[in-house]
């Protein structure tokens, strides 16, 4: 049988506690890391996207075809 934790372990103490870790049997202990970061809604993402592009010049940027023409490095 196996068990299954989900931890949230500081920064302060992450390598401290990972060393901890290391010291049990080989093979016993799996570890699966995976950060948290904050989430947004859809909503707020939205917003989000929608100030950038309102907010992005005009006159900034590159046309499609010099962009292309970067990406396959043709002239």
């Known amino acids: 049988m196996q068990h299954?934790?989900?931890?949230?372990i500081d920064?302060?103490?992450?390598d401290?506690?990972?060393?901890?870790?290391?010291?049990?049997?080989?093979?016993?202990v799996e570890v699966s890391e995976e950060l948290d970061y904050p989430t947004i809604?859809?909503?707020?993402?939205r917003l989000k996207v929608q100030r950038a592009i309102n907010n992005i010049s005009s006159t900034s940027g590159?046309?499609?075809?010099?962009?292309?023409?970067?990406?396959?490095?043709t002239k």
Not at 4 to 8: D, E, I, P, Q, V
Not at 11 to 14: E, Q
């Open 4 to 8: 299954s934790l989900h931890l949230k």
């Open 11 to 14: 920064d302060s103490i992450f």
């Open 16 to 28: 401290k506690f990972m060393g901890l870790l290391e010291i049990l049997p080989k093979g016993k």
């Open 41 to 45: 809604s859809k909503e707020e993402a």
């Open 62 to 73: 590159t046309s499609i075809e010099e962009a292309f023409n970067k990406i396959l490095k």
